[in-house]
């Protein structure tokens, strides 16, 4: 596709369910980053993905989160036993090494009740 | 942690009138972008400017970078209800701190 698509666009869950997000990064792009912004807050680096580097995971906030990204494509965010500070929405972004900066998706707006 | 802190947090101008937004950062850069997000959910980017550049112009928006002070500055000339957003600056480091990190943002209003 021509953006970047998240799905889904919404989610609802119970405390201490699995989620797992996606984000389909623009075609050739090699570098993706998950952020996660809380309402009205700026954006927390969760994670990103470069080309077959290893991902830096530095801002998983915590061993429930992990994310992977297979064929340097499509990329799932999984969050384990889900609690309600997980409530946000999850943004994912895409680049090339060539572009002037990234293309972000909608977001996944997850909420846990 | 964020490494750009925008200035001011909120922004009230009338249409017509221009907008300056700033933004300062404590380490090293390869580029500063900005952003513009409206309604909580995916961004824009706007502009890129990259560290052995000071200044840069698309369309109504003027970015300046001066290095030596860590800072930039967003204008916005010829402000319309439109541009009412949530904008953000993002840096993207060098060496190890390479990846890109976002302020907190600044609302503008814009009021017609």
């Known amino acids: 596709g021509a953006g970047v698509s998240q799905s889904p666009s919404n989610k609802v869950t119970e405390k201490g369910k699995d989620v797992e997000l996606r984000c389909d990064p623009i075609s050739g792009h090699t570098a993706l980053y998950w952020y996660r912004q809380s309402l009205g807050q700026g954006l927390e680096f969760l994670i990103y993905f470069q080309g077959n580097s290893a991902p830096d995971k530095s801002g998983l906030p915590s061993d429930r989160f992990s994310a992977e990204r297979t064929g340097g494509s499509v990329s799932t965010l999984t969050i384990q036993r889900t609690q309600q500070e997980d409530s946000a929405v999850y943004l994912c972004a895409s680049s090339s090494l060539r572009a002037g900066g990234y293309t972000f998706g909608s977001g996944t707006r997850l909420t846990v009740v | ?112």
Request: net charge positive; glycine share 8%; hydrophobic share 30%.
């Open chain 2, 1 to 112: 942690s964020q490494q750009g802190e925008e200035d001011p947090q909120a922004l009230s101008i009338q249409e017509g009138e221009n907008a300056t937004m700033n933004c300062s950062y404590k380490t090293s850069i390869n580029n500063l972008q900005w952003y513009r997000q409206n309604s909580g959910r995916g961004l824009v980017h706007l502009i890129l400017i990259r560290s052995n550049e000071r200044e840069k112009h698309s369309g109504r928006l003027r970015v300046t970078l001066d290095t030596s002070k860590k800072s930039s500055s967003l204008l916005i000339t010829a402000s319309r209800a439109a541009d009412t957003a949530s904008y953000f600056c993002a840096t993207e480091g060098t060496g190890a701190n390479s990846k890109l990190t976002f302020g907190k943002g600044i609302t503008l209003s814009v009021r017609p």
